[in-house]
Structures are given as C-alpha cells and as structure tokens.
C-alpha cells in the first residue's frame, strides 16, 4: 500500500512562505500523476497544483499561478510545493495525492488513488 506523509505545513503572516514536502514509500514514482490538493471546511476540495512524474507542464488552479511551485525530486520519491505571497485565503489543509497512470491527463478533475493524511496550512492578516 502506498503511503504519502506531507511535511512542512504550519502558520505564516500573509506575504510569507512555506514548503510542502510530500515523501511516498512502498511505491517508485515513475507513471505516476501527483498533486498537491487543498480542502477548508464547508467547501470542495481544490486542485492546487499537479504534474506527471518526470514531467514538467504542471497544471495550477488560477488562485495560486505565479505564487506556488511544484517540483519533485523522483531519486527521493519526494514532492515539493513551494508557496509563496501566501494569503489568508490559502489557509487550508494541504494534501498531497498520487495516481497510477498509463494515459490521461493529471489535472483536475482527475480522480487520484492515493492521498496522504494532509497537512494545515494557516495564513493570517
């Protein structure tokens, strides 16, 4: 079974940064879709960021263009979100998500298998 464990959350003042990291084990990360996805409480969850394993046209959600990078590092079957400018509109719980994959897009609405316990993201005013 696959399992995906995200570090890095914490609370930040607006303007700040913070790095998610999402380290998978008991699976190698090649044909692999993985993303990074955010949920507050009432609301849907979004697809923040996502990208192919090896691959390098990833998918944003307009909210985040310009300010959030992922990136992976496949020799450490590790994923990365770099989230900068952060706004209290981005406090949520961040969770990363990967998905076996033959063919298909990674973006959303992509249904993704596996999901890590997630991670709380709190950006204050």
């Known amino acids: 079974q696959v399992q995906l464990v995200e570090s890095g959350g914490g609370s930040v003042q607006a303007g700040g940064s913070l790095r998610l990291s999402c380290v998978a084990s008991r699976v190698q990360l090649i044909r692999y879709c993985m993303g990074w996805f955010r949920q507050t409480p009432g609301k849907e969850r979004e697809g923040v960021a996502t990208?192919?394993?090896?691959?390098?046209?990833?998918y944003y959600a307009d909210s985040v263009k310009g300010r959030f990078t992922i990136s992976q590092d496949t020799g450490k079957n590790t994923l990365f979100l770099q989230m900068n400018s952060l706004k209290p509109e981005d406090t949520a719980m961040y969770y990363c998500?990967?998905?076996?994959?033959?063919?298909?897009?990674?973006?959303?609405?992509?249904?993704?298998?596996?999901w890590g316990q997630g991670i709380q993201v709190t950006v204050s005013s």
């Open positions: 998500a990967v998905d076996p994959t033959w063919s298909g897009s990674c973006d959303p609405p992509r249904e993704y298998e596996f």
């Open positions: 990208i192919f394993a090896g691959g390098t046209d990833p």
